[in-house]
């Protein structure tokens, strides 16, 4: 018996689609930005802090990127309610994101950062600039640039990983997929339409990160 493609049953979805798709970008955009941050942060505490500092960020470091995305989000959303913490699940799957991203790029912050040669620390030094300064001028930019395609890279994965966020009911696009096929059992064309979806997004990202990296950090990234 010959398959038959419909893939107008899917058109017939396309609100669906749709809300997948920008609740997919909000995601993105909340997990990018706040993973990022977060990132930066730990990666700070890790280079400059005290000791007893680091020892807490590295804690969280190796947690989380040691356990499985889903394992993470199943926890906030299902054990966080167990101490009294009641999240939506938006709510969970954006702190999920948040915190594996944090995670990941700390590292690759770091790595930056100690990159950077000792010259240019004490070149910084004798400008009689202060030690923020030095390092937002003379450390973080260049930093920045050189591990900016791996940063991309990894906001990519998570922007990907973002599909288990369904397992939670979070109606993102995997979750527009899930619903669609059980609706008009056209599988084939519901989880084709997601994939060629979310390979757009992805190109789109990557494309969207390229560019905010040369006009945050120069020519180098690429």
Do not use: K
Request: proline share 4%; glycine share 8%; with cysteine.
């Amino acid at each position: 018996m010959n398959y038959v493609f419909a893939f107008d049953a899917i058109l017939d979805y396309w609100p669906v689609l749709v809300r997948g798709i920008a609740l997919t970008a909000w995601l993105i955009g909340v997990g990018a930005v706040g993973g990022i941050a977060l990132g930066l942060a730990c990666a700070w505490v890790r280079c400059y802090a005290p000791a007893g500092l680091r020892a807490p960020v590295v804690a969280y470091v190796e947690l989380i990127r040691n356990t499985p995305f889903l394992i993470q989000l199943f926890f906030i959303f299902f054990g966080l309610p167990a101490a009294g913490i009641q999240l939506g699940e938006v709510q969970a799957a954006c702190i999920a994101m948040v915190a594996n991203l944090g995670a990941y790029s700390a590292e690759i912050i770091r790595a930056g950062i100690q990159a950077t040669p000792r010259g240019q620390y004490e070149a910084g030094a004798s400008l009689a600039m202060s030690p923020l300064q030095v390092f937002r001028h003379v450390v973080l930019r260049p930093a920045m640039a050189r591990i900016w395609p791996a940063l991309s890279s990894q906001v990519i994965i998570v922007m990907l990983g973002s599909a288990v966020c369904s397992q939670i009911a979070v109606e993102e696009l995997s979750f527009a997929a899930n619903f669609i096929q059980s609706r008009n059992f056209r599988a084939f064309e519901s989880y084709f339409v997601a994939t060629a979806i979310y390979l757009a997004l992805a190109l789109l990202l990557r494309q969207c990160l390229r560019v905010l990296g040369q006009r945050l950090f120069g020519g180098g990234t690429r």
